[in-house]
């Protein structure tokens, strides 16, 4: 047994026969396939098992998932993101925080209407039927409806203030 190669050094194929491993561009492959280069598929490629990336995964295309498959990342898969026919998920099973990141605001909506509104060094909001309920503000918080409450506690010198001119306290 020996190698059959084709090409010259460094860039041809070779086939190792006593273990059946085939180089592109390796004179000595240790793998099944072994490639030294760049390399393209041609439509749809399976994989059985596990693929390990060293370097970068840059898709140039959408990344497809079939339901109640993972993305999951971490060195103990802490965080996943998968759907399951009906809901999708966004699980952290880490130790630390889940951290959404912005440079501009951040908005939770259903298909048709908003649901809350985060936005930095301003006003958070969530909203009823797509209508704004409760408003921080620079002053505290604005409320747009009717306030119920159990109990409401009040330091002393604290007002509570009624009608358009607080003229009722």
Do not use: W
């Not at 070779?14 to 099944?32: L, R, S, W």
């Not at 970068?56 to 079939?66: D, E, H, I, K, Q």
């Not at 966004?90 to 298909?111: E, H, R, Y």
């Amino acid at each position: 047994a020996g190698y059959v190669g084709y090409g010259s050094s460094g860039t041809r194929m070779v086939i190792d026969e006593a273990n059946g491993n085939v180089g592109i561009g390796d004179d000595t492959p240790t793998y099944k396939l072994d490639v030294n280069g760049t390399f393209r598929v041609t439509g749809a490629a399976t994989f059985d098992g596990t693929v390990a990336i060293t370097g970068a995964l840059s898709p140039l295309g959408s990344t497809n998932y079939n339901d109640n498959c993972r993305a999951k990342f971490g060195n103990g898969n802490d965080l996943s993101i998968y759907h399951d026919a009906s809901n999708s998920y966004i699980t952290d099973a880490g130790t630390g925080n889940l951290i959404i990141g912005t440079n501009s605001g951040i908005s939770f909506k259903s298909s048709t209407e908003n649901l809350l509104t985060l936005t930095p060094n301003g006003a958070v909001t969530l909203y009823y039927d797509n209508a704004a309920k409760l408003t921080t503000v620079t002053g505290g918080v604005t409320v747009t409806g009717t306030l119920i409450a159990d109990n409401i506690t009040m330091t002393d010198s604290e007002y509570i203030r009624l009608g358009n001119s607080n003229d009722l306290q």
